[in-house]
């Protein structure tokens, strides 16, 4: 009976050693049993994929970072500012001036105050010309120029006025000794009252002459005759 159990017992122990050896892993081999999920939808992100940055190629090193950067460009100086001179307009003048006519009788020279206005200083003389060639409007004075009488010009040169007629005065002049006296001193007394005039002297179209009408001698340069 002592056998028997005996036999029983290592039996039992037998079948308890190899159910052992057929559940304990052999070592290394140790898998561990995982359960498959079931693969649940993901969410979609807003955000762009990134780049795996591993497979980013490097970026090239500079080789000499100092040389590779490009220079500030050169300051451009402004170009200096040229001051302009402002434009002068023209201002016109007005002086008094004393002109010379025969009176009525053609004995005399008389005075009287006209005004002229002008822009060029040379204009003064030109005007002051015309106005004996112009009838004035006293009763007691005349005129004297014949019609159609005309004047080119009237420079100043070291104290001299050359005043050159237009050929018409000789032409059209119809006066005797008295008439020719009167024109030419009325030009030579008008013209003297500027003081920077200290003689006249009569041109016919540019050309000197020696007279206008055959009495008066116009070779030399006329002086002012006190009156």
């Known amino acids: 009976m002592t056998r028997k159990i005996l036999l029983l017992a290592v039996v039992a122990l037998t079948l308890i050693i190899c159910g052992c050896e057929q559940e304990m892993p052999q070592p290394g081999n140790i898998e ?6 079931t693969p649940q939808p993901q969410a979609k992100s ?3 994929e990134i780049p795996n940055l ?12 100092a040389t590779n950067i490009s220079p500030a460009p050169p300051q451009v100086e402004a170009p200096p500012q040229v001051e302009t001179s402002p434009v002068i307009e023209p201002v016109e003048k007005t002086i008094e001036v004393k002109a010379y006519f025969p009176d009525d009788a053609g004995i005399n020279l008389v005075a009287v105050k006209r005004k002229i206005t002008y822009i060029n200083e040379t204009d ?3 005007d002051a010309v015309n106005l ?3 009838k004035p409007t006293e009763s007691d004075l005349t005129g004297i120029f014949p019609k159609g009488a005309k004047i080119n010009s009237v420079t100043v040169s070291n104290g001299t006025a050359y005043v050159d007629f237009d050929k018409s005065l000789t032409k059209n002049f119809v006066g005797g000794s008295t008439g020719e006296e009167m024109l030419i ?6 013209l003297t009252e500027f003081t920077e005039i200290k003689q006249v002297r ?3 179209d540019g050309q000197e002459i020696e007279t206008l009408a055959g009495h008066m001698d116009l070779s030399t340069p006329l002086t002012r005759i006190s009156q």
């Open 54 to 65: 591993e497979k980013l190629p490097a970026s090239k090193p500079l080789d000499n970072p």
């Open 46 to 48: 807003e955000f762009p």
């Open 132 to 134: 004996l060639m112009t």
């Open 185 to 190: 001193n009325s030009v030579v007394q008008t």
């Open 32 to 37: 561990p049993k995982i359960e498959n999920p």
């Open 202 to 204: 009569f041109l016919i």
């Open 124 to 126: 003064k003389y030109l």
